[in-house]
């Protein structure tokens, strides 16, 4: 029982410091962008540079082999978080060996580009989500993420729409450690496996949201 009530607790404080982390950071970076950045890449170059990218993320269904998760959708996603992303990948800050391989082989303005043509227009809320209409796991998400899913810096991602599976695997990579960001790795510390559902589950259904980036000239879905 005093086990018990210790991890609790310890679990309680961690919420509670990453409330105060999260609520400072966030609302500075949420105040401070005012409207939506606009492009800063050249997408047709992006489209050039970054259409292998589609053999993942234009399948619409596709999933990573092992371990299995729906590879993430990226249209209407904030182009500065997609930036982000991939020098995170370049750096070794999120492992992932294909992605690595990939940020490697573009330079610093490829990767703007890219970014710019795969976010393509970001997805915009149309009403209001009231705090009581979420679930309480993922109340604290909100002061990033919105709501609504739509992540309230263009350095914070959208959520809305994204693969249910794919935001369970980013929150266990984050509680992990397999990927390195300070407020996620102390927000994800905190979350039980239930906790985690609860919180893919809500995201991944509002809308609007995130959908696959469309191939030019055909489209592919991946068989279930």
């Known amino acids: 029982m005093s086990e018990l009530w210790l991890r609790s607790s310890v679990r309680s404080g961690v919420r509670t410091a990453t409330a105060v982390l999260l609520a400072v950071t966030c609302g500075s970076l949420g ?3 005012s409207a ?19 053999g993942c993320h234009g399948i619409v269904g596709y999933r990573n082999a092992y371990p299995n998760y729906a590879v993430p959708r990226l249209r209407g996603q904030h182009e500065q978080y997609l930036i982000d992303a991939l020098k995170e990948y370049r750096s070794g800050a999120r492992a992932y060996p294909t992605m690595h391989l990939q ?43 919105g709501s609504d899913g739509i ?9 809305a729409g994204q693969h ?25 510390a905190s979350l039980t496996p239930a906790d985690i559902r609860a919180v893919a589950a809500y995201f991944s259904h509002l809308k609007p949201g995130l959908h696959t980036v469309p191939r030019a000239y055909f489209s592919w879905t991946a068989k279930r």
Do not use: F, W
């Open 31 to 33: 105040a401070s962008a």
């Open 103 to 145: 940020a490697l082989s573009l330079s610093q303005k490829q990767i703007v580009d890219v970014a710019t043509y795969l976010a393509g227009k970001p997805v915009a809320a149309t009403k209001p989500v009231a705090l009581s209409q979420v679930p309480k796991a993922a109340r604290l998400c909100t002061s990033c993420h």
């Open 36 to 54: 939506q950045q606009p492009p800063t890449g050249n997408p047709q170059l992006g489209r050039v540079i970054g259409y292998t990218c589609l």
């Open 164 to 188: 249910e599976s794919y935001l369970i695997r980013a929150l266990h990579e984050y509680q992990t450690g397999y990927r390195k960001n300070p407020i996620m790795n102390a927000m994800a």
């Open 151 to 159: 992540g309230v810096s263009p350095k914070y991602p959208t959520l």
